[in-house]
């Protein structure tokens, strides 16, 4: 008898745990928490950011425009979806946290010297409820 309360008890709690942290999960973000989350930082403090505050790497078919020198890039930071070689350099992220999506713009001179570094910062961010 002790054993199944205690195994009822033990079940009770892990699950009240799990229902807390989907409900934190759930909440959706308002731009300016996003923005907090990004504004002046590195591209790497941007992104480790936006992974501890729940957002995953979302994207669809990274892979069949991209150049071969890209693809060891790309490969290392599964978020990013596309870089372009020229202007710029933007790298893309993109995220989803939720039912939401969030595409970032790195500067990055499209490069992963130039993205790793403390020069590499954020661009524009958009923010929707349905994927780009």
């Known amino acids: 008898m002790k054993k199944m309360l205690i195994t009822l008890v033990a079940i009770s709690l892990s699950s009240a745990s ?26 790497l ?7 501890k505050n729940g957002w995953k790497a979302f994207h669809r078919d990274r892979f069949g425009a991209m150049l071969e020198f890209h693809e060891p890039f790309l490969k290392k930071y599964p978020d990013l979806d596309t870089c372009r070689v020229t202007g710029y350099g933007e790298c893309f992220g993109n ?38």
């Open 45 to 51: 403090q941007a992104r480790s950011n936006l992974f």
């Open 95 to 132: 995220y989803k946290r939720g039912n939401q999506y969030l595409m970032v713009t790195y500067l990055a001179e499209g490069s992963q010297e130039r993205f790793e570094s403390s020069y590499c910062g954020t661009g524009e961010f958009k923010l929707s409820n349905s994927p780009f």
């Open 18 to 43: 799990f229902a807390v942290q989907s409900s934190q999960q759930s909440k959706k973000m308002t731009k300016k928490q996003i923005s907090g989350l990004i504004a002046t930082k590195s591209c």
